[in-house]
């Protein structure tokens, strides 16, 4: 059984950096597509960025250059880090694995982060 | 980048009865070399992550119940429910997962008639 356990902090100011990692138990860590999927308040699901088992990355052209996501294998763990961050990206932001291609099967929890001043 | 559009953006349906949406995606999600359309539905429920129902535009995931059906190919989707249940009161996206930027449509908002 695969879960995915997703921390970091809830609560940024502007120009702040927004850090989330997720957890990973069950399963194998190698082999698969890792990715942050993000939705604003009230609002639809946005695909932020993925890893892909041979350590390719794809962000969002929307967020690219602001973005970067990570893998630890040896921790089993996946991180999103976003610079410089603004009202707009406050949203719950979810990790996922996917086990059929890249769609996303595996989903943490959810964090729900805030930017404000 | 591939746009996901959905239709309708709210469906009201009567419990037992048969609900449709609809997914068009702005170019083809069929990938020629395997023939497998790169195409997913999910359900989200109020302050849950989103589910996995049908992936491959047509499979079923483990666990679905089997008044979950999705059809089409190409450019154009369908997710059925055979007979709603009011556990299936939900927003439902379209996902296509053929290239990046991966996208979803924006949304389906079904309630009880």
């Known amino acids: 059984q695969v879960q995915l356990q997703q921390w970091g902090a809830g609560l940024l100011k502007p120009s702040e950096t927004l850090s989330l990692t997720c957890d990973v138990y069950g399963g194998s860590f190698i082999g698969y597509y890792w990715s942050w999927i993000r939705q604003r308040p009230g609002t639809g699901l946005e695909w932020v960025g993925e890893i892909n088992y041979s350590g390719t990355r794809d962000y969002n052209p929307s967020l690219k250059s602001r973005v970067t996501i990570s893998v630890d294998t040896s921790k089993k763990q996946f991180s999103l880090k976003l610079t410089s961050v603004t009202a707009a990206d406050t949203a719950v932001y979810y990790c996922?694995?996917?086990?059929?291609?890249?769609?996303?099967?595996?989903w943490g929890q959810g964090t729900l982060v805030t930017v404000s001043s | 980048d591939i746009v996901m559009t959905q239709s309708p953006e709210s469906l009201a349906v009567s419990l037992g009865e048969r609900a449709t949406i609809n997914c068009k995606s702005s170019?083809?999600?069929?990938?020629?070399?395997?023939?497998?359309?790169?195409l997913a539905w999910y359900q989200q429920k109020p302050g849950q992550p989103p589910k996995l129902l049908i992936y491959?535009?047509?499979t079923r995931e483990s666990g679905v119940p089997d008044r979950f059906s999705g059809s089409g190919s190409g450019t154009d989707f369908t997710l059925t429910i055979s007979s709603l249940q009011a556990e299936d009161v939900a927003v439902y996206y379209c996902?296509?997962?053929?290239?990046?930027?991966?996208?979803f449509g924006q949304g389906t908002k079904l309630e009880i008639k």
């Open positions: 170019q083809s999600v069929l990938y020629s070399s395997n023939n497998k359309d790169y």
């Open positions: 996902h296509q997962y053929y290239s990046p930027p991966r996208t």
């Open positions: 491959w535009a047509s």
């Open positions: 996922a694995r996917g086990r059929v291609a890249a769609a996303p099967v595996y």
